[in-house]
């Protein structure tokens, strides 16, 4: 049976990035994104709707968007989906959701200053400019050879 598992996201982050280590020492940054949509009806009533999805994101790439991202900012995100499932400790009652594991980010602001934060934003667009496309950590699985006889 064939599996396919592959997310493309592109919405504005609904908290700052929550930083955290396993214990082996990997980083691992928990963001929240908001992705928008809107449409209009067939009497041409606007309507809007926000999906909110979890996302992690693990080693060096949790460490730059914990950095350079904050609340409110664009991202665009690929990864794949994942379930989690667990006993609530409170109810007893087995809880499940589906997040997203991150697997590349581009930012898609330049990083603007914001009242009050202007060294912030220009340090952040200094060395992460607009745009820019950051890959996974883990290498690529090798290709197949392209001398497939059919």
Known sequence: MASFNKVILAGNLTRDPE?????????????????GRRWKTETGELKEDTT????????????????????????????????DSWDDKQSGQKRSKLSVVLERFSFLDSGRPEAGNAGAAAAARAAAPAAAVVEPAEPEPPQPDDDVPF
């Open 52 to 83: 909110f999805v979890d996302v992690d994101a693990y080693g060096k790439q949790a460490e730059t968007i914990a950095q350079y991202m904050k609340k409110g900012r664009p991202i665009l995100i690929e990864g794949r989906l994942r379930y």
């Open 19 to 35: 930083l955290r280590y396993l214990p082996n020492g990997t980083p691992v940054a928990r963001i929240g994104l908001a992705i």
